[in-house]
């Protein structure tokens, strides 16, 4: 079954709204996790690093005013697009860090569509 | 600084026949190397990984990999396709199994 529930699926929303993604970890108890940016027939790119309890870590070139994530808990970080342009639009998957070893276990990703 | 290069963008086999789909990796020491595989609209799905020890890796669905340090090669293989093979193909390389990145990807397609 699924490790990580990322909600909604897909949004489409007018310029300048603000939208929120959720990411899930079903089975662990995620102190970290991440959240990546994927283009359309691109590669993953990492956005941010994401601590529960503490501030998100950002990397070179993400606007931290723009891309808004909370982990409040030890299963639910947020993503918020803050008054979303059409260059937004992209597909954006979360990862969690199970620990150790173990490799990320992603989510199925959001696609999101500003008009 | 580290770096995945996936050379091919594009590749069509035909179903049932051998596929190689090829990672170079520049990094320091012995990286941790991945490769997922993500279908339309979906997120990505692990094949395979190499931390240590054995460098033939054998994962899900029938892929394989080696690691081969002295060509800085982590191809991934499969003795014969199927069309729900049909996917994007990413390798991935990092310092752990945390912080990685990932390589441009490679959509391969299946001919009937």
């Known amino acids: 079954g699924a490790v990580v529930s990322q909600h909604p699926s897909r949004v489409i929303c007018k310029s300048g709204t603000s939208v929120k993604i959720e990411c899930r970890s079903l089975?662990?108890?995620?102190?970290?996790m991440f959240w990546y940016r994927q283009f359309p027939k691109q590669s993953l790119m990492l956005m941010a690093t994401?601590?529960?309890?503490?501030?998100?870590?950002?990397e070179q070139g993400v606007e931290k005013d723009k891309f808004l994530i909370n982990h409040a808990s030890l299963t639910l970080s947020t993503l918020t697009v803050t008054s979303a342009h059409p260059e937004d639009s992209s597909f954006y998957i979360c990862?969690?860090?199970?620990?150790?070893?173990?490799?990320?276990?992603f989510g199925d990703g959001t696609r999101l569509s500003i008009l | 600084a580290q770096s995945v290069t996936q050379p091919d963008i594009h590749i069509t086999v035909s179903e049932g026949a051998s596929l190689e789909l090829r990672c170079n990796y520049s990094?320091?020491?012995?990286?941790?190397l991945f490769w997922y595989v993500q279908s339309p609209g979906q997120g990505l799905q692990l094949l395979l990984k190499?931390?240590?020890?054995?460098?033939l890796v054998q994962g899900i669905k029938g892929f394989e990999a080696e690691f081969k340090r002295s060509q800085s090669s982590f191809n991934l293989r499969k003795p014969s396709v199927h069309w729900s093979d049909a996917a994007e193909y990413f390798c991935?390389?990092?310092?752990?199994?945390?912080?990685?990145?990932f390589g441009s990807g490679t959509r391969l397609s299946i001919r009937p």
């Open positions: 089975d662990f108890q995620a102190t970290t």
């Open positions: 990862s969690v860090r199970v620990g150790g070893n173990q490799p990320q276990h």
């Open positions: 994401s601590n529960e309890g503490s501030k998100a870590t950002y």
């Open positions: 991935a390389v990092g310092a752990s199994a945390s912080k990685i990145i």
């Open positions: 190499y931390f240590s020890g054995d460098t």
């Open positions: 990094y320091g020491a012995t990286p941790y």
